[in-house]
């Protein structure tokens, strides 16, 4: 099927991708404008390490898109939030839409 039809992706969000520590705290690139899917609801995830932690909302975009763990995005309400943890959905050869699956505080 292939990546997300591009109507379904109602929202746009910016999404500055970590690149790491810095000598003053994390350290961001350049800021990013996506299409995506928002969905504002909370649930339960696994992050980095493995523990458990509450997701705010989830944003489903196109595949390829860059936002590493850590990375902030900023909501379309404006809400700032971290990514907790990120899901490449690929169907392979079955009829389902592949995407990049962002959880985030």
């Known amino acids: 099927m292939g990546a997300i039809p591009q109507f379904l992706l109602r ?13 003053f705290g994390p350290t961001f690139g350049d800021p990013v404008t996506v299409r995506c899917f928002v969905d504002e609801k909370r649930r339960l995830v696994r992050g980095p390490t493995g523990s458990e932690v509450v997701s ?4 489903y975009a196109q595949p390829g ?7 902030m ?6 809400r700032e939030a971290s990514a907790l ?3 490449d959905l690929d169907g ?5 839409p592949d995407h990049l699956e962002i959880a985030l505080t």
């Open 73 to 78: 995005v900023t909501l379309p309400s404006g």
């Open 92 to 96: 392979g050869s079955l009829p389902t």
């Open 11 to 23: 929202h746009t969000v910016v999404i500055r991708p970590a690149l790491g520590e810095g000598p």
């Open 85 to 87: 943890a990120i899901g």
């Open 56 to 59: 705010e909302a989830t944003v």
């Open 65 to 71: 898109t860059v936002c590493p763990v850590g990375s």
